[in-house]
């Protein structure tokens, strides 16, 4: 079975620094992928970024990357140069496995950006 | 611009009354999935369509059942909501054959049981 941890209920930065959010997981595939998704409070599920397990370099996209460490089975979230708009929840997930195409979610972390 | 089109943002119930709550997409997506969101629990899978007609349970199936005629409609129902039921509902969709690509997930319901 798998399993994602977002241990950071909450999460607060100020505005313009870098804030990393924690995204550890538990597989026993060797191939797998992981999500990230913003929710604002307005609720719709916005994807950011994906990381694959065999991908040679850490996903990247705009503002957000990923610090992926296989070895610790962690894939966090790292927000550059945070805005206001980025205070929101965000949810890490893993793809389904075994043929499985039902993915599993983290908890997830509210963030919330100070000015 | 791929869509997932909840039929409400927001909807009031009463206890004992049968809900329908509504999901279309326009992606020809195989896969559709509606998740329950609570605060501390994150998203808990209700049930999932691999495709039309096809459905298996997820995690909190109970007191839910759920329907698919067509390709691009999943239905959710409550068969008698209870106040339990009182939570955010959000449905996704994605293609089979594209694991690495991301759920495309509606504006979700936030559905009051009173």
């Known amino acids: 079975a798998q399993k994602i941890t977002q241990t950071q209920p909450g999460m607060f930065v100020q505005e313009k620094e870098a804030v990393t959010l924690d995204c550890t997981y538990d597989t026993s595939d060797q191939s797998y992928g992981l999500f990230w998704y913003k929710q604002p409070s307005s609720g719709e599920m916005i994807f950011l970024i994906y990381?694959?397990?065999?991908?040679?370099q850490n996903a990247t996209e705009g503002r957000y990357s990923l610090n992926f460490q296989k070895a610790r089975k962690s894939a966090n979230l790292v927000i550059s140069a945070s805005q206001l708009g980025d205070s929101a929840m965000y949810f890490c997930?893993?793809?389904?496995?075994?043929?499985?195409?039902?993915?599993?979610f983290g908890r997830g972390t509210s963030l919330i950006v100070h000015p | 611009d791929v869509k997932v089109t909840q039929s409400s943002r927001y909807l009031v119930k009463r206890t004992g009354e049968k809900v329908f709550l509504e999901c279309v997409q326009d992606m020809d997506h195989e896969n559709m999935f509606w998740y329950r969101q609570d605060p501390g629990l994150g998203l808990r899978l209700i049930y999932f369509s691999y495709d039309v007609k096809m459905k298996e349970k997820g995690d909190i199936p109970e007191g839910y059942s759920v329907s698919r005629e067509k390709k691009e409609r999943f239905s959710l129902i409550l068969e008698s909501a209870s106040t339990n039921q009182t939570s955010m509902y959000l449905c996704?969709?994605?293609?089979?054959?594209?694991?690495?690509?991301?759920?495309?997930f509606g504006d979700g319901t936030r559905l009051s049981i009173l």
């Open positions: 997930a893993m793809r389904g496995s075994g043929g499985s195409y039902i993915p599993t």
């Open positions: 990381q694959g397990s065999y991908d040679e």
């Open positions: 996704a969709s994605r293609s089979t054959g594209a694991l690495i690509k991301p759920q495309h």
